[in-house]
Structures are given as structure tokens and as C-alpha cells.
């Protein structure tokens, strides 16, 4: 089993940049697939960026790609999610995840989440 705790959101105007984190806990930080993912006020949750095991794999939602970059380092049991070029329509509360199907875009694949951070973006 593993604990997550997100971190790093915040309030930022459009164009700008945050990057938030998610440290684990537990020796087997490295054994899950990482995901990130966010949920906007009456909306369903979606995906936004996975990582492989290693690291060396990384998937993202086409309304991303570009803009987010999914890193980890495991050494310091933390998966990290830097955004730039931020949109308003990216406001939403961003979760992290930890799962074991690599690259999954579905939440319910993703057994382990963290209790969430809040990025709104002023436009």
C-alpha cells in the first residue's frame, strides 16, 4: 500500500506556470505506475498525465500535451506535474494516483489517490 500527498497548487494567471508534487510513501513507490489526473466543479474526473514505472514512459490527454510534463524520482519517492502555458479550463483540483496498469487513462485502474490540490487559473 502507498500514501499520497499532493502539493504546489495554487492560483495563477493565464500563461503561467505551477508545478505540483506528490510525495509517496512506502518503499514501493517504485513498483506503481503514476498517473495525475483533475476534477472540475461538475465534472467528471479525467486524466491528465501518467508515468512508467522507471520513468521512462509518459502518456498525456491530448488538452495537455505541449503544455505539462509528468516527471518522478524515485530516490525521493515523489512523481511531479510542472504545467506551463496554464488555461483557464485548467482550473480544477489535480489528484495524483498509483496504480499498476501502465499508462491507464482510467481512474478505476488507479487504486491508490492522494487527497487533491486546487490550480485555478485567472484569466
Known amino acids: 500500500q502507498v500514501q499520497l500527498v499532493e502539493s504546489g497548487g495554487g492560483m495563477v494567471q493565464a500563461g503561467g506556470s505551477l508545478r505540483l508534487s506528490c510525495a509517496a510513501s512506502g518503499r514501493t513507490f517504485s513498483s506503481y505506475t503514476m498517473g495525475w489526473f483533475r476534477q472540475a466543479p461538475g465534472k467528471e474526473r479525467e486524466f491528465v498525465a501518467a508515468?512508467?514505472?522507471?520513468?521512462?514512459?509518459?502518456y498525456y490527454a491530448d488538452s495537455v500535451k505541449g503544455r505539462f510534463t509528468v516527471s518522478r524520482d524515485n530516490a525521493k519517492l515523489t512523481v511531479y506535474l510542472q504545467m506551463d502555458s496554464l488555461k483557464p479550463e485548467d482550473t480544477a483540483v489535480y489528484y495524483c494516483?498509483?496504480?499498476?496498469?501502465?499508462?491507464?487513462?482510467?481512474?478505476?485502474?488507479?487504486?491508490?489517490w492522494g487527497q487533491g490540490t486546487q490550480v485555478t487559473v485567472s484569466s
Open positions: 494516483a498509483a496504480g499498476f496498469f501502465v499508462g491507464s487513462r482510467r481512474p478505476e485502474n488507479y487504486p491508490y
Open positions: 508515468i512508467s514505472m522507471s520513468g521512462g514512459s509518459t
